[in-house]
């Protein structure tokens, strides 16, 4: 079983910027599996934020945080990255990071991934 672990949730103002990490086990192959960040904002569905493809590392963000947010990964640290820069009041919610086998061709929806972490809070306000 996969286990992953999210860090890094805080409270920032408008226009900051916080880095999310999601660590997982020791041995997990990064090459085998998709890793993706969703969100969940008070009163909506889960969306996907952002995902690194299994194997062949493609990234793929969504319309809503490009050009705002990076996904990186730290295979000596096991663990995976979201910096999220000029951050905004609607980018408040609480973030999952996922992981689902094999390669991927976007970030797709929650119900494709096999596991989940607990979820980190950030909340954008002044």
């Known amino acids: 079983e996969v286990q992953l672990v999210e860090s890094g949730g805080d409270l920032v103002q408008p226009g900051g910027s916080l880095r999310l990490s999601c660590t997982t086990a020791s041995g997990f192959t990064f090459d085998d599996w998709t890793i993706a960040w969703f969100r969940r904002a008070p009163g909506k569905k889960r969306e996907g934020v952002s995902c690194?493809?299994?194997?062949?590392?493609?990234?793929y963000y969504a319309d809503s945080v490009k050009g705002r947010f990076t996904i990186s990964s730290d295979n000596g640290k096991n663990t995976f990255y979201l910096q999220m820069n000029s951050l905004e009041p609607e980018d408040t919610a609480v973030y999952y990071c996922?992981?689902?086998?094999?390669?991927?061709?976007?970030?797709?929806?929650?119900?494709?991934?096999?596991?989940w972490g607990q979820g980190t809070q950030v909340t954008v306000s002044s």
């Open positions: 996922a992981a689902q086998v094999g390669p991927v061709e976007g970030i797709g929806k929650p119900h494709e991934y096999d596991y």
């Open positions: 690194i493809s299994g194997g062949d590392e493609k990234t």
